[in-house]
């Protein structure tokens, strides 16, 4: 036994003294070479890399609900209406998996990016039809199943100014695919400069005179108030108009107008989807301000409306949707709180719908939201949700995306 011993505690010394630093010399040989160091940081990069997109995978499947039950959904298309079980996540997916074809100015609502969340899901897909677009002399033709004449033609790839105007009519000349063609008549603004007390506006108008145009842009001349041209010069493409306030130290400021919205009701889309039908954008307003030499404080002058807004119109499915209102509230509590009206863990929500103390009272409630009766929290979530645009889609997009359920309670 000793015998064995001496014999691994020399070779263990051998190993030591000669074949170790032999390995040492190697290595730092190696590590000398050109190409050592850009292949040893490729490979700890790829190594990184590849450890990370494992991590993001793993992480954003984590909450990922696989659905099994197909909801029923109702697609009209070309003429008929067609009713099929999916388990498709969204509309797009759903008509690339039945094989529809989509051509170009076809439109689909809702969106092709909208979740199926429930039954009797409703799908519309609006043909494009022949347009023949008008702007001067110009005549464009296309198809488009666009439901305003603006939309119409961003979609043909015309740029309207907010203030272009875009109406449409019925046309009587049978085109190509002799289907009787709409006309949309595009009646482009004029561009106009403006130097208001010494700042430049550069702004469109479709007035015939610069009187007009003052009451379009919403300019009040003030007392000492010069106008070049006369007010009654007709408004020329390009022209510069001076107004100007003598003696006075002018300052100007920006501010934003909100694109208006208008809803309108469609019952052909389920309720609590919706479709935007015309994309809107803000306004712009100038705001002029002199400066009151006895007070010294700003006094504004103007407000003048540099860009005109253009509303966006969305339509809102008012189709009924199907399932219980009991069905819906148990799934969603479930998510927020595994059902516990009491639930309070000291993150700042509480109850079974996860409330915070700020929408609890602005519901009109007092105390905690978990001290209260199930009854008055099953009301105040249907209250919360049905007073948001986006109903849960916004109010509670994490339980919203990982049950599908519906966007607004049934029946409410």
């Not at 494992?54 to 009713?83: C, W």
């Not at 307003?285 to 005109?308: C, H, R």
């Not at 009854?375 to 599908?404: F, H, M, R, V």
């Amino acid at each position: 036994m000793r015998n064995k011993l001496h014999k691994w505690s020399l070779k263990l010394e051998r190993y030591r003294r000669v074949r170790l630093p032999r390995r040492i010399r190697k290595v730092k040989k190696a590590s000398r070479h050109p190409f050592a160091v850009p292949v040893i940081t490729v490979s700890v990069l790829l190594f990184i890399t590849i450890i990370g997109l494992l991590t993001v995978h793993i992480a954003s499947n984590k909450h990922a609900v696989v659905r099994t039950r197909p909801y029923i959904v109702i697609i009209s298309h070309d003429g008929a209406i067609q009713v099929v079980p999916s388990i498709e996540p969204t509309v797009g997916a759903l008509i690339k998996k039945l094989h529809i074809t989509l051509n170009q100015g076809d439109v689909v609502e809702p969106s092709l990016t909208a979740r199926i969340n429930e039954d009797k899901f409703r799908i519309n897909i609006y043909r494009a039809l022949p347009v023949e677009i008008v702007e001067g002399s110009q005549r464009t033709y296309t198809f488009s199943a666009a439901k305003t004449p603006r939309s119409i033609a961003a979609q043909a790839g015309l740029n309207l100014y907010p203030e272009d105007l875009a109406t449409s009519s019925e046309s009587d000349n049978v085109l190509a695919n002799g289907a009787i063609g709409q006309v949309v008549n595009v009646t482009p603004s004029v561009p106009v400069n403006i130097i208001l007390y010494g700042t430049p506006i550069v702004t469109r108008s479709h007035s015939a005179t610069l009187a007009q145009m003052l009451v379009e842009k919403h300019i009040v001349l003030q007392k000492g108030d010069t106008v070049q041209p006369s007010l009654d010069s007709p408004i020329t493409p390009g022209e510069d108009v001076y107004i100007l306030h003598a003696g006075t130290s002018i300052t100007t400021a920006t501010k934003p107008i909100p694109e208006p919205v208008q809803y309108i009701d469609d019952p052909t889309l389920s309720s609590g989807t919706s479709a935007i039908r015309q994309v809107g954008s803000p306004g712009e307003l100038l705001i002029t301000f002199e400066l009151d030499k006895a007070t010294g404080q700003e006094v504004q002058l103007q407000s003048v409306q540099v860009q005109a807004p253009v509303t966006e119109i969305v339509a809102r499915g008012t189709a009924p949707i199907t399932g219980t209102l009991g069905t819906w509230l148990e799934t969603l509590r479930d998510c927020e709180s595994g059902g516990n009206y009491a639930d309070d863990t000291g993150n700042g929500y509480y109850g079974a719908y996860q409330f915070s103390l700020g929408t609890w009272e602005r519901l009109g409630n007092s105390g905690l939201p978990s001290d209260a009766a199930p009854g008055t929290q099953d009301a105040a979530i249907i209250k919360n949700t049905d007073a948001s645009s986006g109903g849960l889609a916004s109010q509670n997009p994490g339980c919203y995306e990982k049950t599908g359920i519906s966007a607004f309670p049934p029946g409410s």
